[in-house]
């Protein structure tokens, strides 16, 4: 049985997505064993990050300013807005370098059993951004192409379209295989998939 503060940081560390109690333990190990150097600059970024960063009150991105770069960016097209599940989903997307619109992070997907987490999602801020922003002429629905990201396609392509008829509702193209995670996909497969979009 681990000392009781390295038991906590290792329950710590198995909350991060991905991370298991075998791999939480690695890390700790690893902490341990590098000494108080690195485990001051670990707690010095998390520090600064949770001091510093902040949703941009625009597309919901996480950033140093609200609004983000990327939102005051004026050489971007204001007429296409693309709408991403996280912000590594958007991170990837630029990434490829075709896509030069605007963004709004969802902060997730619809999950089909659990309606109660839709409330978390920035919906009702991407509905008002949408009524109030005249230029845009496209929306680029950017989901993983899954179960959640088809769910959340469907629910969103309504919404849009019973506020704003006439706006251009667009998706990805199927280059992306089904079941597939959009930060892991290569720059070619997710650059194609943005520029041969098909309406939804």
Known sequence: MYARPIQQL???FSKLPGVGPRTAERFVAHLLKSGKK???ELSSALQYLMSTT??????WDFSDRS??????DTTRDQTLLCIVAEPHDLQALEHTGTYRGYY???RGTIDPIDEEQMRGLKIKELLSRIQAAGPFREIILAFNPDVAGETTILALTR???EGAPRLTVTRLARGLPMGSDLRYADDITLGNA?????KT
Not at 54 to 59: A, E, F, I, N
């Open 10 to 12: 290792i329950q710590a």
């Open 38 to 40: 690195d485990v001051a």
């Open 54 to 59: 902040k949703s941009c009150t625009s597309c």
């Open 67 to 72: 609004p983000c770069a990327l939102c005051t």
């Open 104 to 106: 709004h992070v969802l």
């Open 159 to 161: 919404l849009i379209r």
């Open 194 to 198: 943005i520029a041969h979009r098909v």
